[in-house]
C-alpha cells in the first residue's frame, strides 16, 4: 500500500514540476453545456498505445454577461475511481471579475487507465455559479498560462514518470446562457452543445439512387467580441476560402486488411482538414478525424472487416481570433473493407474419392473461394467460388485415391465499384483419400 501511495505522489510531483516532452498524436476534448453546468470529456491521444493513468489540462472561464461566483469542478464518479480509492483528483481555481482558469489534475496507481471504458473518458463536470438572473458565460479548454494559447493535455503513461504534452485538437469554446429565467441559447445563436458540431445536418440518403450530398453543417458564431457586443464580421479572406474548390477525396482499402486509407488534394490557405463518415443507421454524418497539419494530406483509420463506408473531407483554416472557417466538403467516396480471415477447415472423405470440405462463417462475406494444391507451400489452383456468404459447406470436391491435396478457404466482398476484396485464407489442412 505504501509503495501504491509514494507512486501516487510521484506522478502528482512530475506533473506539477518537471518539464513536458512533446508529442505528435493529438487528444481531443469535448465540453457539453445544460443547467448551469459544463461537463468536460478527454479522448485519449491517437497514436498513444499504453494505459495513461494521470493526467492534467486546463479550463477557462469568461463571463460574456451578467455575474457568476466562482466556478466550481466536480469530478465524475468512473470505475477508475473506484478502482483507486486513494488516487489524487486535484483542482485549482484562479481568476476574479469574471475571468477563470481552471487546473484540472487526476493521478493514480501506474498499471491503472484512466481511459479504461474506451477511448473517451468523462472527467468531471464545471459548475457555473450564476448570481444573475440574466448571464452569458463562456467555458473553453485552455493552454498553460494564458488563454490565448493551445489548448493542451499533459499524462502520463505507465512506460514511465516522463511527462508528455499533446495538442488538444479539434476543441471548440461553449456558451451557456439565462436570460430572465429561460436557459438555452442566446439572442446571438451560441449553441448550448459544443460549437464543434459532430453531427452536421440532415443530409439526403446517399445510398438511395439519385441521393445528393448532404447540406453543409451550420457552423456556430463567431465568438463574441472582447467587450460582448457581438460577433466579429468574417474576413474576405475568410469568404473566399469558403468559396474555393472543395478538396477531391480518395479512398483505398487492401486485401486481408481492414484499414482505409484517405487521400487527398491540399487545399490552398488550409490548416488542417476534417474527416466525416455517414452513418447509415441514422442518416447523419459523425467527424472521425481532425487533422491540424496543412501539410498533411493522407490518412489511415482500421475500420471494421467487411463493411462499405461512405466518407468526405473538408479544409479549415483558423483565424487571429482562433476561430475556424471552414471550405466546401469533397463530394462523396466509398470503400469497402475486405472481410476477416477464414474460420477454422474442417475436411471430411466421402465415398468414391469425394470430399466435403466445411469452414467457420465470416461475417459480412458475400461468398467463398475453396483452393487446393498437391504441395503445401506450392501453386494453388482455385476449386469453386461460392457466391453465399451464409453458406459454410461444400460436398463436391474430388480427388485421386492414393495422393495427398492441401486446401484452403477465404471470404470475399464485393465493393460499390464491382470489385472483390479478399479477406486472409483459412489455415491449411490436407486430406489423402
Known amino acids: 500500500m505504501k509503495t501504491w501511495i509514494r507512486m501516487i505522489a510521484v506522478s502528482f510531483f512530475v506533473l506539477f ?14 465540453l457539453t453545456a445544460g443547467n448551469g453546468t459544463v461537463t468536460v470529456a478527454l479522448q485519449k491521444p491517437s497514436e498513444e ?9 486546463w479550463l477557462s472561464v469568461s463571463v460574456l454577461e451578467g455575474e457568476i461566483a466562482q466556478p466550481e469542478f466536480q469530478f465524475a464518479d468512473t470505475n ?81 514518470y516522463s511527462v508528455q504534452t499533446t495538442q488538444l485538437s479539434g476543441v471548440r469554446p461553449v456558451v451557456i446562457s439565462q436570460f430572465s429565467g429561460s436557459s438555452g441559447s442566446d439572442a446571438s445563436g451560441y449553441p448550448v452543445t459544443p460549437g464543434y458540431p459532430v453531427t452536421p445536418g440532415n443530409p439526403a440518403d446517399p445510398s438511395q439512387p439519385g441521393g445528393t450530398d448532404p447540406v453543409v453543417p451550420n ?13 466579429e464580421t468574417p474576413s474576405d479572406d475568410a469568404a473566399a476560402f469558403k468559396k474555393q474548390a472543395a478538396p477531391k477525396l480518395s479512398l483505398s482499402a487492401k486485401h486481408k486488411s481492414r484499414k482505409v486509407t484517405y ?6 490557405g488550409a490548416d488542417g482538414y476534417q474527416i466525416y463518415r455517414y452513418e447509415e443507421d441514422t442518416k447523419r454524418y459523425t467527424r472521425i478525424k481532425t487533422i491540424a497539419n496543412a501539410a498533411k494530406t493522407e490518412y489511415a483509420k482500421a475500420m471494421e472487416y467487411a463493411t462499405a463506408y461512405t466518407f468526405r473531407v473538408r479544409a479549415f483554416r483558423t483565424e487571429k481570433d482562433g476561430t475556424r ?17 477464414t474460420g477454422k477447415l474442417t475436411l471430411k472423405k466421402g465415398k468414391s474419392q469425394k470430399l466435403s470440405a466445411s469452414w467457420g462463417l465470416v461475417e459480412g462475406a458475400d461468398g ?19 457466391s453465399n456468404g451464409e453458406k459454410g459447406k461444400y460436398s ?36 489423402k483419400l
Not at 219 to 231: C, M, N, V
Not at 263 to 268: A, M, S
Not at 333 to 341: C, G, L, S
Open 80 to 160: 477508475w475511481e473506484v478502482q483507486n480509492p486513494q488516487g489524487v483528483r486535484n483542482v485549482k481555481v484562479s481568476g476574479q471579475n469574471g475571468q477563470y482558469t481552471v487546473d484540472v489534475i487526476v493521478s493514480g496507481n501506474q498499471g491503472q487507465d484512466i481511459f479504461a471504458e474506451g477511448k473517451e473518458a468523462v472527467i468531471g463536470s464545471l459548475k457555473l455559479n450564476p448570481s444573475s438572473q440574466s448571464w452569458r458565460v463562456q467555458a473553453a479548454f485552455t493552454g498553460v498560462l494564458a488563454a490565448d494559447q493551445e489548448p493542451v493535455l499533459r499524462y502520463i503513461s505507465n512506460s514511465g
Open 368 to 386: 467463398y473461394q475453396i483452393y487446393r494444391s498437391t504441395k503445401k507451400n506450392g501453386a494453388y489452383t482455385r476449386m469453386k467460388t461460392i
Open 325 to 341: 472557417t471552414y471550405g466546401t466538403f469533397s463530394r462523396l467516396a466509398r470503400v469497402t473493407t475486405a472481410p476477416a480471415k
Open 49 to 57: 498505445a499504453e494505459e495513461i493513468h494521470a493526467l492534467r489540462f
Open 219 to 231: 457552423e456556430p458564431d463567431q465568438p463574441a467580441k472582447p467587450d460582448g457586443s457581438g460577433s
Open 396 to 431: 463436391k470436391l474430388t480427388q485421386k485415391t492414393g495422393k495427398t491435396y492441401y486446401y484452403k478457404v477465404r471470404a470475399y466482398v464485393t465493393g460499390s465499384d464491382g470489385k472483390r476484396l479478399y479477406g486472409a485464407f483459412s489455415t491449411i489442412r490436407s486430406c
Open 263 to 268: 487521400k487527398w488534394n491540399p487545399v490552398e
Open 17 to 30: 514540476l518537471l518539464p513536458p516532452i512533446a508529442v505528435f498524436a493529438a487528444a481531443g476534448g469535448e
